[in-house]
Nanobody, 122 residues
């Protein structure tokens, strides 16, 4: 499966952005989707997860209550709605796909999009 992330940009603290992850290739509905982010000089870290059926989600503690992951299998697209953004959310955001069950580590994910930059100004 090929992934393309989009929707990043520059936003003021407290603002919102919605990232999209468009998939092509194999049956998107069979893949779980994750969002990760990587700030300059730091490791890539887990942000959010949605299982292939769309009924199970999970979030990093730092984004719980502010970010929402969702998917539309009919459109082969997953989303990350980001509200109440903070300067510390600034990073490159990547979407990823996999068919496994473990998801916190980037090592579990076999398919990656190219990343989209999110910058939150104070």
């Amino acid at each position: 499966v090929q992934l393309q992330a989009s929707g990043g940009g520059l936003v003021q603290a407290g603002g919102s952005l919605r990232l999209s992850c468009a998939a092509s290739g194999r049956a998107f509905r069979n893949y779980s989707v994750g969002w990760f982010r990587q700030a300059p000089g730091k490791d890539r870290t887990f942000v959010a997860y949605i299982r292939y059926g769309g009924l199970t989600t999970d979030y990093a503690d730092s984004v719980k209550g502010r970010f929402t992951i969702s998917r539309e299998n009919a459109k082969n697209t997953a989303y990350l709605q980001m509200d109440s953004l903070k300067p510390e959310d600034t990073a490159i955001y990547y979407c990823a796909a996999q068919t496994g069950v473990n998801y916190y580590s980037p090592d579990y994910w076999g398919y990656w999009g190219q990343g989209t930059q999110v910058t939150v100004s104070s």
